[in-house]
């Protein structure tokens, strides 16, 4: 009868936390939304956002059609809600923006003195092709 061992029954089984599990997969969680966050900063470059040192122009449209025009100057960020009404008044012509076939809107300053007295829509250069 030696050649069998004998092993003491087992004492109380091991009791485990059930919300243990949930604590790992809020903290998984809280990763992956970190590094979701990083990835898209770094894919459409607005680091510019973070930085307390840039000066940031944004357009955005919503899904109705409107648009809204943000500007952060350092830590101080303003949004403006474009109504669609033609402004007027004295003014000076700072450029041109055009609107290419893919939608893209393209800005070209005015050189220094060639845009001074030219602050009408009447200026021939509406609809203008670059």
Do not use: C, H, W
């Amino acid at each position: 009868m030696g050649r069998f061992l004998k092993l003491s029954p087992p004492e109380a089984p091991i009791e485990e936390d059930p919300l243990a599990g949930v604590a790992n997969l809020f903290d998984a969680s809280i990763v992956f939304i970190v590094g979701l966050m990083i990835s898209l900063f770094s894919v459409y470059n607005m680091g510019d956002l973070i930085d307390p040192e840039t000066e940031l122009t944004m357009v955005k449209t919503t899904a109705d059609g409107g648009q809204e025009v943000i500007v952060k100057e350092g830590r101080t960020i303003t949004a403006y809600k474009l109504t669609g009404e033609r402004g007027t008044g004295d003014g000076e012509r700072l450029g041109t923006a055009y609107r290419l076939a893919n939608g893209q809107i393209i800005y070209v300053p005015d050189t220094a003195g060639a845009g001074e007295g030219d602050a009408g829509p009447d200026d021939g250069q509406e609809g203008a092709q670059p």
